[in-house]
């Protein structure tokens, strides 16, 4: 193949969000000087209280069982923020997509809400990082629907058979990949999937931003 450009999944592929929830309940108390909330203590109450668009119920009957003035939709957007502070790069992501830039036309295609998406584009300062930024929230379809594809290349200018799309999820973007006709290629992670047979390859991701210049020259072979 001629690789004319490179396709990106954005969650647990470029930026992922740290597991430790625990540390999160503790930075969102903290920032708005509540007591320590406990995470089983937080699980609990979230059994009971969830199923809303927020967690301010959950935050509600938490402070409920305490003295405090605390409002619970000041908490509980506190902990959303901090939820979204813990989303980070997986590496020094800027300089691997500006070296590709040189050499490729560099695209994002990620599910979710637009809104949703874009705010962590925002907050990673990734908006102008693309050529091309496709949202699956705005069309028909998520991944792997064929049209989420379609959008992605139409964006870059070129051909599916052009264009590496690299991802995470077997189904979703290794599949959903191929059979758009484009080359896909595996990120993988500790206890993550194992490598479906449809990756033209995988990369591991920690060594993403090291290894793929090479992985992409080597599955360009004109
Ligand atoms: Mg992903």
Redesign the pocket.
């Known amino acids: 193949m001629r690789v004319d450009a490179v396709g990106f999944?954005?969650?647990?592929?470029l930026a992922r969000t740290e597991r430790s929830r625990a540390a999160i309940l503790a930075a969102a108390t903290d920032r708005v000087g509540a007591a320590r909330i406990t995470r089983a203590e937080y699980l609990a109450a979230h059994d009971e209280h969830s199923g809303g668009d927020t967690r301010e119920p959950v935050f509600a009957a938490l402070l409920d069982d305490r003295e405090t003035n605390v409002n619970p939709a000041i908490l509980a957007e506190a902990y959303r923020e901090a939820l979204a502070d813990t989303f980070a790069p997986v590496g020094d992501v800027l300089s691997l997509l500006g070296d590709l830039r040189d050499q490729y036309r560099v695209g994002l295609l990620t599910?979710g809400p637009v809104a949703t998406q874009r705010d962590k584009l925002d907050r990673l300062g990734w908006e102008e990082l693309f050529d091309a930024t496709v949202v699956t929230g705005a069309l028909p379809a998520p991944k792997p629907d064929e049209r989420a594809f379609d959008a992605l290349v139409a964006g870059l200018d070129t051909a599916a058979e052009s264009v590496v799309y690299v991802?995470?999820?077997p189904q979703?973007?290794i599949v959903g990949a191929r059979d758009a006709g484009l080359v896909p290629v595996q990120v993988r992670y500790d206890d993550g999937p194992d490598t479906h047979p449809a990756a033209a390859t995988a990369v591991r991701r920690d060594r993403l931003v090291d290894e793929l210049p090479s992985v992409l020259a080597g599955l360009d072979d004109e």
Request: aromatic content about 0%; cysteine-free; charged content about 55%.
């Open positions: 999944d954005l969650d647990a592929t599910d991802g995470d999820h979703k973007d």
